[in-house]
């Protein structure tokens, strides 16, 4: 359970100690975004073997699929709210981290705390930083879910698809899914496919060089490995003064993947994929959110490291019976420790610092039985298993002002073992040929443990806790394809987030902080324009958020914080619109727009940022200087208005095709936590970002000039326990690759 403090490494978990507070740390985006979907690009050079060209400039969008619901369906068909883009398209929007995916979604926020990340999607997620709070948006890779909420600099690199799935995933996505869940896939070993490729070499500013590559090797008729790599330098965004020791904020990124697929018939497939991490940030440097200086010049007097380690092992087996029955094993192993070094204050004046190195290994089993998709009725049935622990070492997390004086530090080791189980179905009957009605539900126990010893400011510790938490979710949906090109449905849904514990703070064992829960209305409109040259996806929703969890000051001791609920609902309504549109003359362009209302039930709380003594219960109060109303607030990462674009139009010149690109997106203002205090940093304004790039593709060859955030904003991607961190600055370069 860790206390995290800072950014993704300082896991808050409900301690806030007022001389000592939490920094929230934003990682500057990384520049480069991965090449083009290797296997859609060799194909659009007409690669032997590969399918034809999807002729973007003379021909309607590809059908686009999603998973959500462990089978394949055309997304203009589906009841599910979503944003899914290939390989290709994260080239041309710059997306090479999952920081930047809210550049491209409706009503996302990726707030990112340097190695861990704030993901919220309609304001639903994960506000408090720290291991005790599961993410309320669960990232998926190649089938399983991550780490949640850390470890999140993972690039993007041979990537298929990412598909973005807005609203509550309360049956497929389990306890956790209650703002939504990313699907990340990557590429697929090929049997079948040949020997082919693609290398990869970029160049950049702040001395950016990049390299990037993937090959697909057929060993047999049935059986086939492929290999991908990434690797990355970078230098810093940051000039800090100090005296300081360790990183200043400078990448050294290196991944790799290896896949293995045996596939001897259509009855029969095993796939195995095995990515390995080593991640340095270097640091992630902030300064006050009150600071006049430019958030790139920063002030330092503690050792800077922000390295993130891990591995992730994915075995997925598929059994396909006579008569149409799926079986699918997914078994997944995941191991990374990650380690972190900050200044607190922000300041080479002050003495508050930050040290920690935390193990996580996640367990997890997913089974499926599948109904083949042909005639009325469908039908699926499901059962999920995880274990995830953390381990905090003895003098690896510290909070200290200064290091060194065990007077004034805070001190945790220990063990927080989290356990879930699950079993969930869906059945599904077309009641016309034009409509169809499904229900679905899951049924979850989770259970999460402490056991942990804390010397707090000389005074020794021990919390030995159990807390557990049942629930059950689903949803009924019904669609109506309105014609060939229009398709409505509605849906009532829900989801849950299991509950955690609180650490001791000398008060004895503090109560667990309980489930939230929300409750979702939707309702969408998809269709096909212009003989299918535009699709679009239309969808307004209303949410009721029951008992958000949130961290406070101790009504009786403010002090100290607190994890708890609030007490009354918060009510989130909106409306979100997504097209695309390509044409014959080589014009192409997407446009997404979220509209978004939030608004808390009353709710008294102390800032646990501010020193206090008045009582306030958090039902009653009374209202006083330093207990306020919460009531009337909005939502924490919940901005009113995201707006997202791109435009392009390609240009042939003989065996040459040039495509200029811009990509513009906005995200309005909105709150880092339920306080709104402006002085303490709470307002996070809003982002506007323009990006353009240049493609110049003859062949197998493809040569991209590149840059993001051209009109060079400086602005502050993130705030936290009265620290901000810069979003990156203007970055550009040029990025070539050779597909084989």
């Not at 922000?346 to 109904?371: C, H, K, M, P, R």
């Amino acid at each position: 359970m860790k206390i995290r403090i800072h950014k993704h490494r300082a896991r808050w978990v409900g301690l806030t100690v007022a001389t000592l507070q939490c920094s929230g740390l934003v990682h500057a985006q990384a520049p480069d975004a991965p090449p083009a979907n290797e296997a859609e690009k060799a194909a659009a050079a007409g690669k032997p073997g590969k399918a034809e060209k999807s002729d973007r400039d003379a021909s309607a969008p590809q059908v686009v699929t999603v998973t959500a619901q462990r089978r394949t369906e055309p997304l203009q068909t589906s009841s599910t709210s979503a944003t899914v883009l290939s390989g290709e398209d994260l080239s041309r929007a710059g997306i090479g981290v999952v920081d930047q995916l809210q550049f491209s979604t409706p009503s996302a926020t990726v707030n990112n705390f340097g190695q861990g990340i704030n993901f919220d999607i309609r304001g639903i997620g994960k506000a408090e930083t720290n291991t005790q709070t599961t993410t309320g948006v669960i990232i998926y890779r190649d089938g399983v879910a991550t780490f949640p909420g850390y470890f999140a600099e993972e690039p993007y690199y041979d990537i298929a698809s990412v598909q973005i799935l807005r609203g509550p995933q309360g049956t497929f996505g389990g306890q956790n899914a209650t703002g939504g869940a990313v699907i990340v896939d990557s590429n697929d070993p090929d049997p079948k496919g040949g020997y082919h490729g693609y290398a990869s070499v970029q160049a950049g500013n702040y001395h950016d060089l990049g390299l990037q590559g993937a090959f697909n090797l057929p060993l047999t008729s049935t059986l086939a490995a492929r290999v991908a790599i990434n690797a990355e330098n970078r230098d810093s965004f940051y000039d800090i003064a100090g005296p300081w020791t360790g990183g200043n904020g400078a990448l050294r990124s290196r991944s790799a993947r290896v896949g293995l697929l045996y596939k001897p018939g259509p009855a029969f497939s095993m796939l195995l994929k095995t990515d390995v991490n080593t991640i340095n940030m270097g640091a992630y440097p902030a300064d006050p959110v009150n600071s006049p200086s430019d958030p790139f010049d920063i002030t330092a007097n503690a050792q800077q490291k922000a390295l993130d380690r891990f591995l992730r092992s994915v075995l997925k087996t598929d059994v396909n019976f006579d008569n149409g029955v799926k079986l699918r094993s997914i078994t997944g192993y995941q191991h990374g420790n990650t380690t972190y070094r900050a200044d607190l204050d922000g300041t080479s004046t002050g003495n508050q610092a930050f040290v920690d190195s935390v193990y996580e290994t996640i367990w997890s089993q997913e089974l499926n039985l599948i109904s083949p998709d042909a005639g009325p009725f469908t039908w699926l049935l499901g059962a999920y298993a995880q274990k995830d622990t953390y381990t905090f070492p003895a003098g690896e997390y510290i909070i200290g002002a200064p290091l060194g004086d065990p007077t004034k530090e805070y001190s945790l080791s220990g063990k927080n073992p989290k356990r879930t189980a699950a079993v969930f179905g869906q059945v599904a009957y077309q009641l016309t040929d034009r409509t169809k009605l499904s229900v679905d539900g899951r049924f979850s126990k989770a259970r999460t443990s402490n056991d942990v010893s804390v010397l707090q400011f000389g005074t020794p510790l021990h919390d030995e806790q159990t807390a557990k938490f049942t629930n059950f979710s689903g949803k009924v949906a019904l669609d109506w394809k309105l014609t060939d090109d229009h398709f409505l449905y509605a849906f009532v849904a829900n989801a849950a987030r299991p509950g955690g514990l609180n650490v001791p703070v000398g008060l004895g064992a503090p109560a667990p902080f309980e489930a939230e829960t929300v409750k979702t209305l939707e309702a969408g409109w998809k269709s096909s324009w212009l003989d299918k040259h535009v699709q679009s996806q239309a969808s307004v929703f209303y949410n009721k958020y029951d008992d958000f969890q949130v961290t406070i000051a101790y009504p009786a001791l403010p002090t100290f914080g607190i994890e708890l609920n609030t007490i009354n609902p918060t009510h989130i309504y909106g409306f979100e619109e997504q097209l695309q549109a390509h044409f014959g003359n080589g014009w192409a362009a997407k446009a997404n727009v979220g509209w978004l209302h939030s608004k808390l039930g009353t709710f008294y709380a102390n800032d646990p940022r501010v020193a206090g003594s008045a009582p306030c219960a958090p039902a009653t109060g009374p209202a006083s200087s330093n207990c306020v109303n919460l009531g009337g607030h909005q939502q924490t990462y919940a901005p009113e208005l995201t707006l997202s674009g791109s435009l392009e139009r390609s240009f042939v010149f003989g065996e040459n095709v040039i495509t200029p690109r811009v990509n513009v997106a906005y995200i309005s203002s909105q709150w880092g936590t339920l306080f709104e205090n402006r002085s303490l940093g709470d307002r996070l304004d809003s982002r506007k970002l323009v990006g353009a790039q240049v493609d110049w593709t003859r062949g197998d060859f493809l040569a991209t000039l590149y840059g993001t955030n051209l009109s060079d904003d400086h602005y502050i991607a993130a705030v936290g326990s009265r620290l901000r961190y810069a979003g990156a600055p203007r970055q550009y370069g040029l990025r070539i690759t050779q597909f084989f």
